[in-house]
């Protein structure tokens, strides 16, 4: 297998494929069942393009974490690290460069208010990557939020804002911040190493486990407000099916004492996330 081929698979590697598929499925999700936008209106180019743009934006930030947490990789999951092995530095980098330009850019050719959101998007991925991943919580809080804005960006771009957009984009966030600190438990040892000074390696892991149990409650109250008065029994119905979801993550989130332990809640947050998407094919209507 010749070098620019192996460069493309690195490539593909680094920019998580089946995450930015994901990705597109939320935004055509959000078109036709949250906004209830005809399927016509999804076939133009345009919409085409925001789902491109912002998958540009978001391969880009993948491959420039890579870049930066190599080292912390290089200990925490040796046989999954790209960049530097199957994908090279100075392609990855290039590789960042092209995305980001060419997301924002794509961007505010489709509206600056577009641009400005793919452009700040872009900016923060690089500087969670540079510096923020390595604070506590507030680079899990800047993930969390453009987790959100997969979902608030349709509603910018076709003008039509509604609730059922704002009680998925706000249940992305908190799921993606429950994650996104599992993963800094997960990594502990490699971020330790480096300086890192994320939740689990100032506060411990029972410091984390404390802090995942306030943004499980503050966010179930919080859904639990957003859907007081909501009409549709289904999408009711659906939060409350997690009520006992998570009454069992938080029993073994309490029993957690090693890193498979918190694999396995990683993994149950990972279901809890494709659910959430499939659910929005049925609370339509």
Not at 170 to 187: G, S, T
Not at 237 to 254: A, E, I, N, R, T
Request: charged fraction near 10%; charge should be positive.
């Amino acid at each position: 297998m010749n070098s620019a081929v192996l460069q493309l698979i690195g490539f593909m590697k680094a920019s998580r494929i089946p995450n930015l598929t994901v990705i597109a499925v939320c935004q055509v999700f959000t078109s036709l069942f949250l906004l209830g936008l005809p399927l016509a209106q999804l076939l133009e180019i345009r919409f085409a393009l925001l789902i491109v743009s912002t998958q540009m934006i978001a391969a880009a930030g993948y491959i420039i974490n890579d870049y930066y947490d190599q080292k912390i990789d290089m200990i925490n999951r040796p046989e999954r690290v790209v960049v530097g092995v199957d994908f090279k530095r100075r392609q990855a980098l290039l590789a960042h460069t092209f995305l980001s330009l060419a997301g924002f850019g794509v961007g505010f050719y489709l509206h600056w208010v577009i641009g400005l959101i793919h452009f700040f998007s872009a900016f923060f991925l690089w500087y969670y990557s540079n510096q923020l991943r390595r604070l506590p919580l507030i680079g899990n809080l800047v993930i969390a939020a453009l987790a959100g804005m997969t979902f608030l960006t349709v509603t910018v771009f076709y003008f039509q804002f509604n609730r059922l957009v704002m009680i998925y984009a706000f249940f992305a966030f908190i799921i993606i911040l429950l994650r996104e600190i599992i993963k800094d438990v997960e990594d502990v040892k490699g971020e330790a190493a480096f300086g890192c000074t994320t939740i689990p390696v100032i506060w411990g892991i029972n410091g984390a486990k404390t802090v995942i149990y306030v943004i499980i409650l503050t966010g179930s109250l919080l859904l639990a407000y957003f859907l007081w008065d909501e009409q549709r029994l289904l999408l009711s119905l659906y939060f409350m099916s997690l009520l006992p979801v998570f009454m069992w993550f938080v029993y073994k989130l309490y029993q957690a004492d090693s890193h498979r332990d918190f694999i396995l809640l990683h993994q149950l947050v990972n279901w809890i996330v494709f659910t959430g998407i499939v659910s929005i094919v049925f609370i339509y209507g």
